[in-house]
């Protein structure tokens, strides 16, 4: 089903498993042709099932509710939750990997919980994983454990009738700003470094059999206007169309 041939009955039903790439292509670019309603943010697909919320701070300061939702979401590992519960109204699943990109932090007792930048803002939260192993994004037991991870997660997508319905979003993140600038790190990480760990997980999922939605490093610049600031991963209003537009000549059903 796409944006164009569902415009005159309803609005594309979406779910967002991601962060800012996805979102913002439905907020910026999507006009009335989306409706998003589910969006599971902050969670890495490690965390999935790995329940970590006993060691979760109840009485952090958070700044939003919104945070504090996602971050009790990916602390409880509550993805499949998540779906399923959005599954029979979903048109399309939208994917993005922008939030595996500073690892997660592993329990002495299995629980997981990502290392968002929500997470690493707020003291308490921080606290709370400081004695969690930290294990790296694009680290081989990352890559190893995430592989294996994501071969579930197809299973569970198809047995809920999501996985015919799922884009990947493979953006690369910019390298330069539309202004001809270098692109800042984000947390350690420049946009060179991120594309090349990204490389062997976009393949591992086109392995799996998802449906891959691919930009290329040349095509993508980042926007110092962008409302979210200045990031490698926050792109000029064409980025996003230029999604929209594919979206809307493609059927995820296919």
Not at 195 to 208: D, G, P, S
Request: contains cysteine; hydrophobic residues 45%; charged residues 25%.
């Amino acid at each position: 089903m796409t944006a164009d041939s569902t415009a005159s009955a309803h609005p594309v039903r979406v779910v967002i498993y991601g962060s800012c790439v996805a979102r913002d292509t439905v907020d910026l670019a999507g006009g009335d042709r989306f409706d998003v309603i589910a969006y599971i943010a902050r969670q890495s697909l490690l965390s999935a099932e790995h329940d970590a919320s006993a060691h979760f701070p109840g009485d952090a300061s958070i700044e939003s509710d919104f945070q504090r939702r996602m971050m009790e979401g990916d602390f409880a590992g509550n993805l499949a939750e998540r779906l399923a519960e959005a599954a029979q109204e979903a048109d399309l699943l939208l994917w993005d990997l922008v939030d595996e990109r500073h690892g997660v932090h592993v329990f002495d007792d299995g629980g997981v919980a990502t290392r968002s930048i929500d997470l690493v803002r707020v003291p308490e939260v921080l606290a709370a994983v400081e004695d969690a192993r930290h294990l790296e994004f694009g680290a081989e037991e990352h890559f190893a454990l995430w592989s294996e991870r994501a071969s579930t997660l197809r299973d569970e997508l198809a047995e809920l009738s999501l996985l015919e319905k799922t884009v990947v979003l493979q953006v690369p993140w910019a390298l330069v700003t539309v202004d001809g600038r270098h692109t800042p790190r984000s947390m350690g990480t420049s946009a060179k470094e991120a594309n090349e760990a990204y490389l062997r997980y976009y393949q591992r999922l086109r392995e799996l059999g998802f449906r891959i939605l691919e930009l290329q490093p040349l095509g993508v610049l980042a926007d110092p206007e962008h409302r979210w600031g200045l990031a490698p991963f926050h792109y000029s209003q064409d980025v996003y169309e230029e999604i929209v537009e594919r979206l809307s000549a493609e059927d995820p059903s296919a």
